[in-house]
């Protein structure tokens, strides 16, 4: 079965960037749609982006909240996902988690994502 490992969370302060990295590996052929979802305590889990990773290639989503602060990428020789996170804010506080799927299903529902990695965690301080 495919697997998702997730890194590059961490501690940063308000103003701050990370740079967070998903690789998926085992059977990747099917995957078509990598982004990423994140989930504050006591909160729901929210879509935060998605990109195509199958021809046509490139396609991005994201949310009203990161549009303009994160950017998501795509290394298809390296099966990975990136997204890149500027300007943080301590709202951006939460566990993230990388998705996968055969084609990308929108922001709006995670339980339709088939793929999950097991989450990191990133906090933003004032």
């Known amino acids: 079965p495919q697997q998702l490992l997730e890194s590059g969370g961490g501690s940063v302060e308000t103003g701050g960037s990370l740079r967070l990295s998903c690789v998926a590996s085992g059977d990747t052929y099917y995957i078509g749609c990598m982004g990423w979802f994140r989930q504050a305590q006591g909160k729901v889990r929210e879509g935060v982006a998605t990109i195509r990773t199958r021809t046509p290639l490139g396609s991005t989503d994201y949310s009203d909240s990161v549009r303009n602060r994160f950017t998501i990428s795509h290394d298809s020789a390296l099966n990975t996902v990136y997204l890149q996170m500027n300007s943080l804010e301590p709202d951006d506080t939460a566990m993230y988690y990388c998705?996968?799927?055969?084609?990308?299903?929108?922001?709006?529902?995670?339980?339709?994502?088939?793929?999950w990695g097991q989450g990191t965690q990133v906090t933003v301080s004032s």
């Open positions: 998705a996968a799927d055969r084609f990308c299903k929108g922001l709006g529902d995670y339980s339709i994502y088939d793929y």
